[in-house]
């Protein structure tokens, strides 16, 4: 295997190409690529993009999280270390600065290998999908965790993802399951943190059908 690439690119510029990547139609056309502050539990993406894949009869989304670095140093490792976020992830890429270098054939099958898909970041900063990331299978709870962390919920009823910190008032809606808490032994002091939402759009067309049964 050659050598690996090893050059001084800052961070945030890293961070904001992929960024950029993974919300352009170009690229993977990302609804939401929201901040990834480092409080988040292990394993730990460096950037996340939310991707809606539904359509008129079923509303779903894919979450993508990406290992970002400046070279492809201890680049096996860090494969291994991206292969990880598929616990909680349907996608997950490694993206790594090369400059006008390519990856090699060599990191290429290390990639198909373990499952992940590879960006190479150009010197003009421009992200370049050199492998497309397979869909995983991640663990429901461990996923929802993530989003949790991330300031996203998914809807009970349609499926999709929406934030709990809109910029503006929204109509979404927090059901707590106490009965479902006491039964499970998690009701402490009368407090139940089991809990489950629904998207404005889902309490609207509720609140709808409700009206029309009154008519």
Known sequence: M???STNKVDEIVLKDAVSSWLSDPSGLGCLLTPESPKTISDPRPDAVGIRHVGGQLVGDFE????????STKRFIS????TSAQSIHS???YLACYLGSEEFTEEQIDTALYLGIGLLRIDGDRRCHR???APLNS???RIRASLLHQLGLIVCQLCGVSFSLF???QQDDAVLWNERWADRFGRLRNESVYDRRYLCPDCVANIS???TRDEL
């Open 130 to 132: 050199s492998v497309p």
């Open 2 to 4: 050659t050598g690996p």
């Open 166 to 168: 809109p910029d503006q």
């Open 63 to 70: 979450l993508i999280a990406v290992l970002i670095r400046p």
């Open 90 to 92: 349907d996608r997950t």
């Open 78 to 81: 860090v494969c291994g270390e």
């Open 138 to 140: 991640p663990n429901n």
């Open 208 to 210: 709808e059908l409700g």
